[in-house]
């Protein structure tokens, strides 16, 4: 099966600073990227994706890019909230099927 | 509905009982997956229906689980004889076309815990 790393486990930002969460993946035919973000106790919701054929995408404070050569896809969040606080999960899927493997998790905390 | 239902919230089994884990998917969505999500861990997939086919069920851990999806809509993830391993989140998604490349919503889960 597919394979993705996820660093750091943990993440302790002032805020206002910015915040780099990254995942390597093996399977070069891994051809679409999401980003998760699951608060305590409740459930995991989409914040951003992309896909093999981009290599950046911004909505307002995040941005993910993707690497395919080095197999590499970074979510960023800038002028970090307190609000940001919560475990962020990277994800990938192969074309070849119809499911997500997630990494690991980071715990993103925000100190005001 | 609003979105993806599942019940109960809280399940605290013996070991040994056997449970059953309710998903109610978002009305008209055809794709739907199971996932278990262990303390400080990503969900790992556990099954996947397309409508009420079944078409991968590679992620369950053993031949006590069984998931079923009968009229293509709401699901059920069975679990027999609990063990304390089994002690998790579980997670349902759905989605509205083939797979999970188009946005997959996820239900609150059901934290299940074997005692």
């Known amino acids: 099966g597919e394979n993705v790393e996820q660093h750091p486990s943990t993440l302790s930002v002032q805020e206002g600073d910015s915040a780099v969460i990254k995942c390597t993946y093996s399977?070069?035919?891994?051809?679409?990227f999401p980003w998760y973000k699951q608060e305590l106790g409740k459930r995991p919701q989409l914040i951003i994706d992309i896909r093999s054929n981009v290599g950046e995408k911004k909505d307002q404070r995040i941005a993910v890019t993707l690497n395919k050569t080095a197999k590499h896809f970074s979510l960023h969040i800038t002028e970090t909230q307190p609000e940001d606080s919560a475990v962020y999960f990277c994800?990938?899927?192969?074309?070849?099927?119809?499911?997500?493997?997630f990494g690991k998790g980071t715990m993103l905390l925000v100190s005001p | 509905g609003a979105g993806v239902s599942q019940s109960p919230r809280y399940k605290v089994a013996k070991r040994g009982q056997d449970v059953a884990l309710r998903c109610d998917p978002i009305s008209g969505h055809v794709s739907l997956f199971w996932y278990q999500q262990a303390l400080g861990q990503g969900p790992e997939f556990l099954t996947y229906?397309?409508?009420?086919?079944?078409?991968?069920k590679s992620g369950l851990p053993s031949d006590r689980f069984f998931a079923e999806r009968p009229e293509g809509s709401v699901s059920t993830l069975k679990i027999q004889r609990t063990q304390q391993e089994d002690s998790a989140v579980y997670l349902c998604?759905?989605?509205?076309?083939?797979?999970?490349?188009?946005?997959?919503?996820f239900g609150q889960g059901t934290r299940l815990t074997v005692v």
């Open positions: 229906f397309q409508n009420e086919a079944q078409l991968d």
């Open positions: 998604a759905s989605s509205l076309a083939q797979g999970m490349n188009t946005e997959a919503f």
């Open positions: 994800a990938l899927m192969n074309s070849g099927y119809s499911t997500l493997t």
């Open positions: 399977d070069s035919a891994s051809n679409y």
